[in-house]
């Protein structure tokens, strides 16, 4: 029989639960009655699922300690037990709502317990793989995200990096796009030579042609020696091109005869040179529209849009917005003292609602903030600059009106049962934890 591993997190005095029950059923349990222990546990053993028995008076202790605790024991679903009196503790429920799967009361229902704790082994055991697949494409991509949106460009970067030819990346500022061109070359032939990126709107005009192709000694006033161009020190890998909307018209030429060619020359130099270097390109602007108002070449367009990928907005990945403001709090929390642990019910809120018209770069910018303003121990809406109500401008999205559905329609339920959770539950059609939840996050309480 396959074996699933259990941590029993059982403080001391506690209610007794059967082992044999647990075996039999296949579960190797292993109790822990600190916290400290279940660490150590940890340590030693993954853990998909958790049980945390909460006894009367053993609460309180959990409860300053837990924080400290479950978020870092990785991938574990845990399921509480406790008495049917302790869920008339705003703590306790708080507890549940914010670090468990499930709970069942007292006395323990052992074959429903069970089924309890086999879908949460299930759903522990996808959430790793995807974490783990996610990882994977992060380590070698450093790209965060598991919304439709980013899936539909991991696998068009697979394609793309298997073809050696110019590659045009399109997307707003802040969207990850040099991300993008360094994910393509790892993931291509040219891996193991050079990635050189440049960024043709920050290089002033007069420079930028001696920048990209080099210059000899003498060339112009200070030219003092024998300068490399980025495309030439790019040799055997990957040149990236960013924001090429921006490239001069009268240098347009000179790319375009090095992609048509694979020549260049110096600036000052007579000398034809043969490089090999993919080109990989990206805007923000809309080059066609660039093309018919005679700003960007049209052969030079057509040349660089061999194969193109879009970089989708933050405002279309709306389920990765809380995968990467943990990543990014994780990351950069790591580089600081900062005793903070996470963000506030309220703050993940707000991250959902705001427009992001600086994207990830925005976002980025706003959890590093964060990070050194906050003064508790969750990051809130004033830490990361989102107190301002939306205004009422801005149309309502999809998402915000479900919400608000969603939220009147517990709040006309918990009046008509008079509060008692389990009819409202059973009214709205949803189990007693995912009320818990919905109402935890819509701050509403009986």
């Given at each position: ?6 941590l029993y997190l059982q403080p001391e005095n506690s209610p007794q639960v059967y082992q044999d029950a647990f075996e039999t059923a296949g579960w190797e349990i292993h109790i822990a009655t600190e916290i400290s222990h279940a660490q150590q546990l940890c340590e030693e053993h993954k853990f ?145 030579g050079p990635f050189v990126a440049v960024n043709c709107g920050a290089l002033p005009s007069e420079l930028i042609q001696s920048e990209l192709f080099g210059h000899e000694k003498g060339a112009f006033t200070n030219a003092i020696k024998q300068k490399l161009g980025q495309i030439e020190l ?213």
């Open positions: 029989m396959y074996v699933r591993k259990l998909r699922v958790g049980l945390m028995n909460l006894t009367p008076g053993a609460e309180k202790d959990l409860e300053q300690s837990i924080d400290k605790f479950i978020p870092p024991s990785g991938h574990t679903e845990w399921v509480a037990l406790l008495s049917a009196e302790q869920m008339r503790d705003e703590a306790i429920r708080h507890l549940i709502t914010s670090y468990c799967y499930d709970y069942h009361t007292l006395p323990v229902d052992y074959p429903r317990l069970l089924t309890t704790m086999g879908h949460a082994y299930g759903m522990a055991s996808m959430a790793y793989q995807q974490t783990s697949q996610n990882a994977q494409w992060l380590e070698t991509n450093q790209m965060v995200g598991v919304s439709p949106a980013m899936q539909r460009v991991y696998r068009s970067i697979r394609k793309i990096a298997n073809v050696d030819m110019p590659v045009l990346i399109n997307g707003k500022s802040g969207t990850g796009k040099e991300l993008a061109a360094l994910a393509i070359h790892e993931r291509s032939m040219r891996a193991n790019a040799a055997g890998g990957t040149i990236f091109l960013d924001e090429i909307g921006d490239l001069p018209f009268n240098l347009q030429v000179n790319l375009l005869r090095f992609l048509q060619e694979g020549t260049f020359k110096r600036v000052g130099g007579t000398q034809e040179l043969t490089i090999d270097a993919r080109v990989i390109t990206a805007t923000h602007v809309d080059l066609e529209k660039a093309v018919s108002e005679g700003r960007f070449r049209e052969d030079l367009y057509y040349r660089l849009n061999v194969l193109h990928l879009r970089m989708p907005s933050l405002a279309e990945r709306e389920n990765d917005i809380e995968v990467l403001a943990k990543y990014f709090f994780d990351k950069f929390s790591d580089q600081t003292t900062t005793r903070i642990k996470g963000f506030s019910q309220e703050a993940l809120r707000r991250l959902h609602h705001h427009a992001w018209p600086g994207n990830v770069r925005e976002l980025i910018n706003r959890i590093r903030r964060a990070i050194v303003m906050s003064e508790g121990r969750l990051i809130t809406p004033v830490d990361l600059g989102l107190e301002r109500r939306l205004s009422s401008r801005r149309v309502i999205t999809l998402a915000e009106a479900r919400a608000h559905a969603e939220k009147e329609a517990i709040l006309r339920s918990l009046r008509q049962a008079k509060g008692n959770v389990s009819q409202t539950a059973t009214q709205l059609g949803v189990s007693r934890p995912t009320l818990y939840r919905l109402m935890e996050k819509y701050s509403i309480s009986t």
